[in-house]
C-alpha cells in the first residue's frame, strides 16, 4: 500500500478515480504549519529561524496522516507545482518523521489526467529545497514588513493598522491613479463626421483630419464642408495578418475574467481552482505560455477535424515565456483535453471560465486571420477627411467566435467624385486616466514585476478588507485612510513602496528559486537597514491625522458637530465631527444616484457578508429589490 498526499479533498478524489486499490489518497488541507499568528514567531538573533507551529486542527489532521503513514511502504507528496505546494511537502514530510528518501518522495504533475498522475509516479524526485526556501524567504520577509511596521502604524495614525509589503505598492498605483485624476484639467475639442455617398449609391463615413479646438472653429469648418465638393484623393490598401493571442497566465486570465464579465481576480482564481482539481485545466498558477507538445498536436487534430486543415496549423505556434525560475516551467492555462469543450461542470461560473480557457488555447494554434487594411482619404476644399476599414480575406482563429468586427469599406476610385449625405459634429472634452479594475491594477503590478501569479488576487483582496481602497463600479479608489498610511510609507519608507526596489526584491526571491541566492542573507540585507529606520521614524516622525469626508449636515445629537463619514471595522458609516465629546453614530447609505425601480426609494450600494458589492434600495426589508448590475432610473 502506498500513501499519496494532496492538499484538498476535491484533488484527493479527483486522483483516486486514476489510482487504483494499491494507493491511499489524504488531503492535508493545506499548510500543515505555519507562523504563529499572534507574535513575530521568527528569531532574528538567530539568523532569522522561522518558529512553525501547528492549530489544533493542523495537529489532528498531521497526526491522522502519520498513523497511515507508518503503515504503508512509500509515502508520494504530491502537492501543487510550485514554491507553495513544495513548501507544503517539506512541511509535511517534516512533521511525518526522518524516514528513509526511498520511502518517502516529492511527485510533481501539472494537470490531474490519468497519464500525468502515471508518468509522475513513474518519475519520483527529491524535494526541491531551493523552491522551499524561496517560499519560506518572502514567508518571512512579508512577516517582518507586516509585524514591524503594523505597531508604528498604529503609534502614528490609528490602531488596529497594518502594512504589507506587495499590499502597500499596489495601494500606492491606486492613490497615484486617483491623485492624476483629480488633477486633470480636460481640453475641450470637436469632432466631424461626414457621411458620403459614392457613385454605386453606397454610403460611408468619414472623420475629419486635424484638431478643432471650440465651438468657433467647429462651425467654421462645418460652414464649409456644407459648400464644397467631395473626392477621393487617394486610397491606400495594405495586407495584415493577425496572430491569436497566446494561452492564459494566471494574470492574462484574471484580466479577461475582470474584463469580460467583470469577476475580482479572488473569484475568477476560486472557478479555476475547482476546474483544475476536478481535472479539466492545467495548474492555474503560472506565468508561462508553454505548451506540451502532445497537447498542440491534439490541438491540431481537433482544429482540422472542426474548422477544416486550412485552419490548422503546419507547424505548432509557440510563444515568448516570461517564467525566470526553471524548476517553475509551468504549461500555460489550457484544457486537459481539447476535444471535451462541454463537460459536466459544477456550475455556470465554472463553464464560463472554461470555455474561456478553452478558446483561448485553440485559437492559439489556429492559422492567422488575413485581410486588407483600407484608408480612403478624401479632398474637402482645403480640408481632409478620412475612413478606415478592414476586408477580411481569410477568418483564420476568428472563426471560432465565429464574428471577425469587419468594417468594409465600399469600393471607389481615385478622383472620383462622392456625394454629400450628412454632417454631425460633437463638443468633447480629453479624459482622465480611469481608475484601476481588477484587470488593469494586475497588468500594472505584473508589467513592473511586483508580485507572482500566486500572489495577485490575496494582494487586490487584502488591500480591499484593510480599507485602504474601496470598489467603485467595479473601479477601485483610495480612501481617506488609504491615503494617510500611503502617504506616510512614502515620507518615511521609501524603499517599501518603492517599485524598482520591491521588483528587485521578488527577482531575489527568483534567484534563491534558481539556487543562486541563499535566503537568509537576502533577508538579512533587507533587515538591518529596515530595522534602523523603523527606530528613526518612531522616534521622529510626526503623528498623521486621518481626513475625513464631510456632509455638510449639522449633528442631529448635539446641533454643533458636523455628520462626518468614518471608516470603522466594518466600512463606512456617520458619525459627528465632535467626537467623543458627542457619540452620535448612524449606518451610512452609499447613494448612486438612481432610484429603485420598484418602490422608487434610493439605490444604494451593499454588501455581502462575503464583501462583494451589489445595488439595493434603502427601503430595505420593506422593498427586497437587489442587483448585481447599476439599474437604470425610473
Not at 495594405?238 to 475580482?264: E, I, V, Y
Not at 494582494?459 to 500611503?486: M, P
Not at 530595522?531 to 528613526?536: E, M
Not at 470603522?568 to 457619540?583: H, I, M, Q, V, W
Amino acid at each position: 500500500m502506498n500513501l499519496v498526499i494532496v492538499e484538498s479533498p476535491t484533488k484527493a478524489r479527483t486522483l483516486a478515480k486514476f489510482l487504483g486499490d494499491g494507493y491511499k489518497i489524504e488531503a492535508s488541507y493545506g499548510h500543515v504549519r505555519d507562523l504563529p499568528q499572534k507574535r513575530l514567531g521568527i528569531k532574528i538573533d538567530k539568523n532569522f529561524e522561522p518558529e512553525y507551529v501547528q492549530t489544533k486542527k493542523q495537529e489532528e489532521r498531521i497526526k491522522e496522516i502519520k498513523r497511515l503513514s507508518d503503515k504503508v511502504n512509500k509515502i508520494y507528496l504530491a502537492t501543487d507545482p510550485d514554491r507553495e505546494g513544495e513548501a507544503i511537502a517539506w512541511h509535511v514530510g517534516q512533521l511525518l518523521g526522518v524516514r528513509s528518501q526511498e520511502s518517502v518522495k516529492r511527485i510533481v504533475f501539472h494537470e490531474i489526467t490519468e497519464h500525468a498522475i502515471k508518468e509522475a509516479l513513474e518519475h519520483p524526485r527529491e524535494l526541491d529545497m531551493k523552491l522551499v526556501d524561496a517560499q519560506q524567504a518572502r514567508r518571512v520577509l512579508d512577516r517582518l514588513v507586516g509585524y514591524k511596521l503594523s505597531p508604528l502604524l498604529w503609534k502614528k495614525i490609528r490602531r488596529g493598522l497594518s502594512a504589507g509589503r506587495v499590499q502597500s505598492v499596489a495601494v500606492r498605483l491606486v492613490v497615484e491613479r486617483e491623485r492624476e485624476i483629480e488633477a486633470f484639467k480636460p481640453e475641450e475639442y470637436w469632432q466631424i463626421d461626414v457621411m458620403l455617398r459614392n457613385i454605386q449609391y453606397l454610403v460611408f463615413g468619414v472623420r475629419f483630419v486635424g484638431d478643432i479646438k471650440n465651438q468657433v472653429e467647429a462651425e467654421e469648418i462645418e460652414k464649409k464642408l456644407l459648400n464644397t465638393e467631395y473626392r477621393v484623393l487617394n486610397i491606400e490598401k495594405k495586407d495584415f495578418r493577425r496572430t491569436p493571442p497566446p494561452p492564459f497566465t494566471t494574470s492574462t486570465l484574471q484580466q479577461a475574467a475582470a474584463n469580460r464579465l467583470g469577476w475580482s481576480a479572488k473569484r475568477t482564481m476560486q472557478i479555476a481552482q475547482g476546474l483544475y482539481e476536478e481535472g479539466h485545466i492545467t495548474y492555474h498558477r503560472t506565468d508561462s505560455t508553454n505548451l506540451a507538445m502532445e497537447a498542440v498536436l491534439a490541438a491540431k487534430d481537433f482544429i482540422s477535424a472542426n474548422y477544416g486543415k486550412d485552419h490548422a496549423l503546419d507547424k505548432p505556434r509557440f510563444y515568448k515565456t516570461k517564467s525566470k525560475v526553471a524548476q517553475e516551467a509551468h504549461e500555460a492555462i489550457r484544457p486537459t483535453n481539447v476535444a471535451l469543450k462541454g463537460v459536466a461542470f459544477q456550475n455556470r461560473d465554472q463553464e464560463k471560465i472554461y470555455e474561456m480557457i478553452w478558446k483561448r488555447f485553440v485559437a492559439s494554434q489556429m492559422a492567422e486571420a488575413r485581410g486588407i487594411t483600407v484608408t480612403i482619404v478624401v479632398i474637402a476644399g482645403e480640408y481632409k477627411l478620412q475612413a478606415r476599414g478592414d476586408t477580411i480575406i481569410f477568418d483564420g482563429w476568428y472563426k471560432l467566435n465565429g464574428e471577425t468586427n469587419e468594417l468594409r469599406l465600399p469600393e471607389v476610385s481615385e478622383g472620383e467624385r462622392l456625394e454629400f449625405v450628412d454632417l454631425t459634429k460633437e463638443q468633447k472634452f480629453t479624459q482622465p486616466p480611469t481608475r484601476y479594475n481588477d484587470a488593469s491594477l494586475i497588468k500594472a503590478l505584473e508589467e513592473m514585476g511586483i508580485g507572482r501569479p500566486s500572489t495577485y488576487a490575496p494582494t487586490l483582496s487584502t488591500i480591499q478588507d484593510r480599507q485602504y481602497v474601496e470598489k467603485i463600479e467595479k473601479r477601485f479608489k483610495s480612501t481617506s485612510l488609504g491615503l494617510a498610511v500611503n502617504d506616510f510609507l512614502t515620507v518615511n519608507f521609501s524603499d517599501i513602496v518603492d517599485y524598482k526596489f520591491t521588483a528587485h526584491m521578488e527577482d531575489e526571491l527568483d534567484e534563491i528559486a534558481n539556487g543562486v541566492r541563499q535566503w537568509r542573507p537576502v533577508i538579512k540585507e533587507f533587515y538591518e537597514p529596515f530595522a534602523a529606520k523603523l527606530g528613526t521614524v518612531t522616534e521622529t516622525a510626526a503623528r498623521v491625522k486621518v481626513e475625513v469626508e464631510t456632509t455638510g449636515e449639522k449633528c442631529p445629537k448635539c446641533g454643533q458637530g458636523e455628520v462626518v463619514i468614518r471608516l470603522g471595522k466594518f466600512g463606512k458609516f456617520l458619525a459627528c465631527s465632535r467626537y467623543p465629546e458627542c457619540d452620535y453614530k448612524a449606518n451610512y447609505q452609499n447613494k448612486t444616484g438612481q432610484k429603485c425601480v420598484k418602490c422608487g426609494g434610493d439605490v444604494i450600494i451593499r454588501r455581502t457578508r462575503s464583501g462583494r458589492s451589489f445595488y439595493g434600495c434603502s427601503n430595505y426589508p420593506k422593498c427586497d429589490f437587489a442587483s448585481w448590475t447599476k439599474p437604470k432610473s425610473i
